[in-house]
T-cell receptor, first 114, second 111 residues
Framework: DVKVTQSSRYLVKRTGEKVFLECVQDMDHENMFWYRQDPGLGLRLIYFSYDVKMKEKGDIPEGYSVSREKKERFSLILESASTNQTSMYLC?????????????FGPGTRLTVT | QKEVEQNSGPLSVPEGAIASLNCTYSDRGSQSFFWYRQYSGKSPELIMFIYSNGDKEDGRFTAQLNKASQYVSLLIRDSQPSDSATYLCAVGYSGTYKYIFGTGTRLKVLA
């Protein structure tokens, strides 16, 4: 069965803190994604990783960085959290091969920055 | 700019009826189409995907793709209150790793 897990369901951080969100998949998928989801704006891609140590910026990478040291793990880092980064963060993975393949999402992390 | 549009709803249907959810897309280079269901506070869950023109059925769900008119639909037969959720349409394009998501249609099935 497909399984994507995220380190926290809910997280509250203060402005200026460095925040780490972790995502682990057990499907041996090459590709992994980080999105944020906000009401009225839908899902927006932050970063994409197509293999270990490989990454591409998505549509809204500013204020974020990522790390992929192992195939199963993809981390999203908020270098200095700000209130406008309060959002639902979703990790997803898929087989390589482009958009012919479906993505599977983790349960999400609802981050609040105060 | 590639766009995917969905009516935000809510779309209200009585229990047992057919719910019809629509999605239009702007780019003819689109190659793959996905429907996700998202319950409030939860993450999207894949329901179906379709690549070719026509209908694809899976249980109570049918996806319909019309590339000439640039729309994809999801029909839910015998709707149940448990089908009440937001339905997201996602479109994949050849030559890119990205999907474009619509903002979703909220479905309410009334008991």
């Amino acid at each position: 069965d497909v399984k994507v897990t995220q380190s926290s369901r809910y997280l509250v951080k203060r402005t200026g803190e460095k925040v780490f969100l972790e995502c682990v998949q057990d499907m041996d998928h090459e590709n992994m994604f980080w999105y944020r989801q906000d009401p009225g704006l839908g899902l927006r891609l932050i970063y994409f990783s197509y293999d270990v140590k490989m990454k591409e910026k998505g549509d809204i990478p500013e204020g974020y960085s990522v790390s992929r040291e192992k195939k199963e793990r993809f981390s999203l880092i908020l270098e200095s959290a700000s209130t406008n980064q309060t959002s639902m963060y979703l990790c997803a993975s898929r087989l390589t091969g482009g958009t012919n393949y479906e993505q599977y999402f983790g349960p999400g992390t609802r981050l609040t920055v105060t | 700019q590639k766009e995917v549009e969905q009516n935000s709803g809510p779309l209200s249907v009585p229990e047992g009826a057919i719910a019809s959810l629509n999605c239009t897309y702007s780019d003819r280079g689109s190659q793959s189409f996905f429907w996700y269901r998202q319950y409030s506070g939860k993450s999207p869950e894949l329901i179906m995907f379709i690549y070719s023109n026509g209908d694809k059925e899976d249980g109570r769900f049918t996806a319909q793709l019309n590339k000439a008119s640039q729309y994809v639909s999801l029909l839910i037969r015998d709707s149940q209150p448990s089908d009440s959720a937001t339905y997201l349409c996602a479109v994949g394009y050849s030559g890119t790793y990205k999907y474009i998501f619509g903002t979703g249609t909220r479905l309410k099935v009334l008991a």
